[in-house]
């Protein structure tokens, strides 16, 4: 500093002493100072006060020489002590110079620059908040500071602006929010302690409504939470818990849809405390504000779905998470479909691509929601902006929705709890909203026929829920469900097509052509078809399937849709089945089914009798199918108490080729014959006038079957049969002999039992095709 320089008004001796390395002397010159300042504030010479503070900043506060800063520090809380209330005309002057100090390498002259600016703030209070913001800036940098004088002065500093902040009204909270949102991010641990304590202050002062800006420093406020420092998660847990009590104080301030991404964002943090924080505050919105979160239900549901398959190591995010799945489904109501209004039949749409979900999921964008399968919600916190979104009319889109759903569906890690929440997402949204689920069955319908393969009974259960809703839903209805193209159905097409009647053959009608085409089936939902040809097509694909779940699968279905609908069109299709072998196996299993589930009561009493059309229509179009296999084909016979045709059939059996298989499943018929199935049947043997077939085809079967445990059972039983003689009533005598039950006029047994001869002639030739490959296990027997 030059000493020859002019620093008036200022003394020589009082520049020699701000100079001075010593802080005693320094302290009697900023005397010296404060008696100047008060002379001229006596003296109301505002010009020679600005020019000694101006002096003070300039040559000495800002100089390049440390003690000469150090001087000018303490000259200038001289000036603000002696200027008292009109201290707040020269704050700016002030407080500009004390704050540069702030940054200064040394931590000494930091330490005397935050005294300066204590005793600046104590004598000025309320006048220094329209350079709050200044103050608040230059105090978060201190808070992080290393030199733990420096920290004690700026806690003290912080505590007395705290003081004022609170005794005045005149806050400017509007101002001071941009600057908040800024460094509500620092990563510095002094500095978020910093920040929380102020937002602990701000929220307790009745006047300021910091509500209002919530969605402007939520995010930050969960990421602090994330901190290291148990201290620091504490108290920005109180911060947090604080808001939400708030926020269900009083609701309707509160703007739910701008946070509402935020919070699927954080429930979707790999942190158990922010993801259980996050949750339930998206708990408490979802029930709050009820449908104004609907637009948010894509993002909500790729945060909350996975949460629902956590073990007992995350009950308490798993309990919160099913809450709010819970709540959010209750949104969606009947109200949110589209108009009942007639409208073309529903094409076929593009359904997403699991890869590119896959891709999502594996690598979200920076600050998006982890693995969210929403296209739009990649694009940061903005996503969900509808217009007025607590005002207008919420709107149900589910495009997104559905993509989510069909994303999680699609992804074989997800835990069986998540894929059973989609399941019955998907169930729900058919219930409340099946004219719009329409538009997405074709993309949906791929995914839940694949979870048919699903590990959990649990989840294929809900999976066939959907899938019986799909196809029993009259929005599901189509004008024409198209012509076929040929006689197999199980052709890789794009679009299977389901059996109409302009290609079913009559039940009465003679000739070649009406035998190889079965009766139309009842006509149903285009969807139904689509599902049994499928569904048949997963078993032939996936033997494992049909042997283990098979039965279980169609057993459900029956509860769940027409019984004889199921087994009408599975008798279609499979009539049209290039795979004899496949055929065969599905009859099998389809009969024991029909004779031994309690679900298909009623259909075995309709087809006992076969009184009415439909009995004989339908078992007209079993028949034909249960032609793939000999002995199922006269089970049915059995059922049905056609006796004489059943014996025609087992007449036939001498030209076939017997098999070890064969003759297992005639002496799995035995043992049925033995179940409270047939009761009726063993009944009959006591009228062997008026049953005298039934009595032959069982000796029939008897001499078809080797000398096994089988064989004694049935001959045992045929040996209880009476003789007629002995049964002789006197009514009986004058009666006329009764004849068995007679045949249907409208069935053509004859005709039935060339279909049978020819399908067993298609077997025996694939079996010895095979044979001649060398790829087929001879497995006949000599008798």
């Not at 948010?296 to 995350?314: E, H, M, N, Q």
């Not at 489904?329 to 009942?340: G, I, Q, R, S």
Request: aromatic share 8%; with cysteine.
């Amino acid at each position: 500093m030059n000493p020859e320089k002019d620093f008036a008004p200022l003394t020589p001796n009082i520049v020699r002493a701000l100079n001075d390395k010593l802080y005693e002397k320094r302290k009697v010159a900023a005397l010296e100072i404060e008696k100047l300042v008060r002379e001229f504030v006596a003296q109301n010479n505002t010009v020679q006060i600005k020019h000694v503070i101006q002096t003070l900043s300039q040559e000495f506060a800002l100089s390049q020489h440390p003690h000469s800063r150090k001087g000018g520090l303490i000259g200038l809380a001289a000036c603000s002590i002696a200027l008292g209330k009109d201290s707040g005309l020269y704050l700016k002057e002030l407080i500009e110079p004390v704050l540069t100090c702030f940054n200064d390498a040394d931590s000494r002259l930091r330490y005397y620059a935050c005294e300066a600016l204590y005793n600046i703030v104590k004598v000025a209070r309320g006048a220094v908040l329209p350079h709050f913001n200044v103050l608040f800036d230059g105090l978060s940098k201190l808070a992080a500071d290393p030199d733990p004088n420096v920290k004690s002065g700026s806690e003290l500093l912080d505590r007395l602006l705290k003081d004022i902040v609170t005794e005045s009204n005149k806050f400017d909270l509007v101002g001071f929010i941009p600057l908040l949102r800024e460094r509500i991010y620092s990563n510095n641990q002094y500095a978020r302690q910093f920040i929380i304590s102020w937002i602990l202050v701000l929220e307790s002062v009745p006047d300021i409504n910091l509500l209002d800006y919530l969605p402007e420093i939520l995010d930050g406020l969960f990421q602090i939470l994330g901190d290291n420092g148990k201290e620091i998660r504490k108290m920005c847990e109180v911060v947090l818990g604080e808001f939400l009590k708030e926020t269900k104080k009083n609701p309707s301030s509160v703007k739910f849809a701008e946070m509402a991404n935020i919070l699927v964002i954080h429930c979707q943090t790999t942190d158990d405390l922010i993801q259980l924080t996050a949750m339930c505050w998206l708990r408490e919105f979802i029930q709050l504000a009820g449908r104004v979160m609907l637009p948010y239900s894509s993002g909500i549901l790729t945060a909350v779905l996975p949460c629902l398959a956590y073990d007992d190591r995350k009950r308490n995010i798993k309990e919160v998470a099913n809450v709010c799945n819970q709540s959010l489904m209750k949104l969606v109501t009947p109200e949110d479909d589209e108009p009942n209004e007639p409208r073309p039949a529903v094409q076929k749409q593009a359904g997403p691509n699991p890869e590119d979900c896959a891709e999502k999921q594996e690598g979200p964008a920076s600050g998006g929601p982890d693995g969210s399968c929403d296209s739009s919600f990649s694009n940061g916190l903005s996503v969900f902006t509808p217009a007025n979104a607590e005002r207008a009319p919420v709107t149900l889109h589910l495009d997104g929705i559905v993509q989510v759903l069909n994303c999680h569906l699609s992804d074989t890690a997800i835990g069986m709890m998540t894929r059973i929440a989609v399941l019955k997402w998907l169930y729900h949204l058919y219930i409340k909203t099946p004219r719009k689920m329409s538009r997405h069955t074709d993309s949906l319908f791929p995914v839940l026929l694949q979870t048919l393969s699903d590990e959990s009974d649990e989840v294929i259960l809900k999976d066939l829920e959907v899938l019986a809703e799909i196809a029993s839903s009259p929005a599901g209805q189509t004008d024409d469900p198209g012509p076929l193209d040929g006689p197999d159905l199980r052709v890789s097409h794009s679009e299977l097509q389901a059996p109409t009647p302009s290609r079913a053959g009559l039940l009465n009608t003679p000739g070649t052509k009406s035998l190889e085409c079965s009766p139309s089936t009842p006509t149903m939902n285009s969807y139904f078809y689509k599902f049994m040809i499928n569904l048949l097509k997963r078993f032939s694909s996936e033997r494992k399937l049909l042997e283990v779940r098979g039965a279980f699968i169609i057993r459900s279905l029956c509860l769940l849709l027409h019984a004889e609908s199921i087994f009408h069109s599975m008798a279609d299709i499979l009539l049209r089945e290039e795979d004899l072998t496949f055929a065969s196996t599905m009859v099998h299993t389809l009969n024991t089914i029909l004779l031994t589930s309690t679900e298909l009561f009623q259909l075995r009493n309709q087809l006992k009798d076969l009184k009415t059309p439909e009995s004989r229509n339908l078992f007209c179009c079993l028949y034909r199918s249960w032609c793939h296999n000999p002995v199922t084909t006269v089970s049915l016979c059995f059922l049905t108490q056609n006796y004489r045709h059943a014996y025609d059939l087992i007449q036939k059996f001498g030209d076939l080729e017997v098999t070890v298989d064969f003759l297992t499943e005639v002496d799995k018929l035995v043992q049925l014959i033995e179940c409270p199935i047939f009761t009726y049947l063993r009944l009959q043997l006591l009228d062997v006038k008026s049953n005298p077939y039934l009595i032959k085809a069982l000796y029939g079967l008897l001499m078809l079957l080797p000398q096994s445990s089988a064989f004694q059972l049935l001959s045992h039983r045929l040996q209880c049969v009476p003789n007629p003689e002995l049964l002789q009533t006197e009514d009986g005598l004058k009666a006329a002999p009764k004849s068995q039950k007679a045949d249907s006029p409208s069935i053509d047994y004859a005709e039935l039992l060339q279909h049978f001869e020819r399908v067993q002639k298609k077997h025996l030739e694939v079996r010895h095709q095979r044979s001649g490959r060398g790829d087929h296990l001879d497995r006949r027997v000599v008798l």
